[in-house]
């Protein structure tokens, strides 16, 4: 699929045509289905545990597609019940995953999840290959799970064992995603929400973190960037923030990414810098789709003439993808 394809099959809807406007309506009027799941909970080999929610199998032998939230998410987010919904109206099951300390629960270990942080992926993708070796594995991610997943795939290469992906909002240029919510009306809107909720998790769990993070440090940080250098970056291993964004930047992985994945941009997304959306890797790459539109937002691209009718272009598009992949052709429309 190319952005020009992508373009004229997306239509912004004509009272949403800010970014913001996008974003933000797209976080409040994206609907609650009801999806009923089924919730599994899986050991990790560090004895911490891990979440996953099923979704029902619309047949024996429905494919299975990992779907992966973003930051402070969780599979009980408006746009997961979405996608797992979309998945079962065209014959695949939905598998959402709950990165650590994100199911409603906090997590054993000191440790959480972070942008760069794969491992927990692909245990979780190892366990359902053996209780399911038959059938066929997809993923789909959204932000930073964009962003994990993507990663994943390239650092596997030919030995991926997902056979597709699909990235929606993925914070490509992780350095300039981070200047930009820890800066101005950005810090001060979408940058202080995603502060207070992980502040919140911290202050759970403060008597894990062994010394490994000066509480009082990352309680009093400001901007997400600050979080990132007195918190993610020193339990996880890296040297400081920008070491962390320089090695967790999904942009470095995309030239090995070997099975077909679709990639879901506005080049209107405020969370990034402009001309972020990785054009040049795409082209140079034939297992890549771009989808990169002028409007939507940041997981927004809500279509629709009337404003009670809404649409939700993303999913849609991103569940067409998946079945067309991992089934023989998947379903029409």
């Not at 289905?33 to 891990?50: A, S």
């Not at 990639?263 to 771009?290: C, H, M, T, Y």
Request: aromatic share 10%; glycine share 10%.
């Amino acid at each position: 699929m190319s952005a020009q394809d992508a373009r004229a099959r997306f239509r912004a809807a004509w009272w949403l045509r800010n970014r913001h406007a996008q974003t933000l309506a797209g976080r409040f009027l994206r609907p609650e289905t009801t999806v009923p799941l089924e919730r599994r909970r899986i050991d990790t080999p560090d004895g911490d545990f891990l979440d996953l929610d099923f979704a029902p199998a619309p047949a024996p032998n429905a494919p299975i597609v990992v779907v992966l939230h973003g930051l402070e998410g969780s599979t009980r987010r408006e746009y997961m019940s979405l996608m797992l919904r979309e998945l079962f109206e065209r014959g695949l099951r939905g598998v959402g995953m709950n990165f650590r300390g994100c199911g409603g629960e906090p997590n054993r270990s000191a440790c959480f999840y972070h942008s760069g942080e794969t491992g927990d992926l692909a245990h979780v993708v190892d366990v359902l290959r053996k209780r399911y070796p038959a059938l066929p594995i997809g993923g789909a991610g959204f932000s930073l799970g964009g962003n994990v997943l993507l990663k994943y795939l390239g650092e596997r290469g030919d030995e991926a064992p997902i056979a597709a992906a699909v990235a929606v909002s993925v914070p490509f240029d992780l350095p300039g995603c981070a200047q930009r919510l820890s800066s101005g009306v950005m810090r001060r809107t979408y940058g202080a929400h995603f502060l207070r909720s992980l502040k919140r998790k911290v202050r759970t769990k403060r008597h894990r973190l062994n010394g490994e993070a000066d509480p009082e440090r990352v309680l009093g940080a400001r901007t997400l960037r600050d979080f990132d250098d007195a918190f993610t970056a020193p339990l996880h291993g890296f040297a400081g923030a920008e070491d962390y964004y320089a090695r967790s930047d999904v942009r470095r992985h995309l030239a090995q990414i070997r099975v077909p994945a679709l990639l879901v941009q506005s080049r209107d997304d405020p969370f990034l810098p402009r001309g972020a959306a990785p054009d040049a890797a795409v082209e140079a790459n034939p297992r890549l789709a771009a989808a990169f539109t002028d409007r939507g937002g940041h997981l927004g691209f809500v279509e629709g003439v009337f404003p009670w009718r809404p649409g939700f272009w993303a999913e849609r598009e991103a569940a067409r993808f998946l079945a067309r992949e991992l089934t023989a052709g998947g379903l029409p429309g």
